[in-house]
């Protein structure tokens, strides 16, 4: 890779990071009159979390706008600067998703942002992403469940398809999904775990 290449992919991570670190889940409950997403439940920022205030709506929203904000980096950076700066963009995206500068790099767990850059990147794998996830989270009612073994299987069948490249990203962005849920791993471990549709209840993490 020559240095102009080089550029091209640290601007594209930039740019990716940036648009990942929009918090949507604060702004759209803030903008509902809801109640900080960040002061109920998990104290999380997602949608899984907002969807706690009883808002099925701001929920949908946030999700949405989680998704989105990756998709639009990558395929708007790789529009511009091609597809090698669009995976630059991918990781910048989720990083900004995660630790995003606006909420002191306190953010969420990346699920939806995943999800959202699959679709910019390997839409079939985002496909097989969600029927995933929606066979675990029907099965055991565990939201992050579903989503640490949709994100296990993702890079396995993106390496399958062929592209090498990608497999590695998302399989980096996998390892990086499991650490962000490692409190909720404890909790399924000790059958503590909130299922979809609980009620809400103090933050317990943040």
Known sequence: MNGVAVLRVLAAFVFG????????????????????????GSGNIGAT?????????????????????GTAAVLIVGHLLG????????LGAFLGHL????????????????IGLLVGLTWPAAIVFCLTWLAVAALTRYSSLAALVASAATPVFVWVCGDAAEAALFGLLSILLWIMHRGNIDRLLHGSES????????????
């Open 49 to 69: 979390n907002v969807l706690r205030t009883g808002r099925k709506a701001l929920a949908a929203a946030t999700l949405l706008g989680d998704m989105l904000k």
């Open 83 to 90: 597809r090698e700066a669009a995976m630059g963009a991918a």
């Open 99 to 114: 630790f995003p500068v606006w909420l002191k790099f306190k953010g969420g767990k990346g699920v939806a942002t995943y």
């Open 17 to 40: 990071y940036l648009c990942g670190s929009i918090p949507f889940g604060v702004l759209v409950t803030r903008l509902a009159g809801a109640p900080d997403v960040r002061t109920i």
């Open 195 to 206: 299922k979809i549709g609980s009620r809400p209840q103090p933050a317990t993490e943040h």
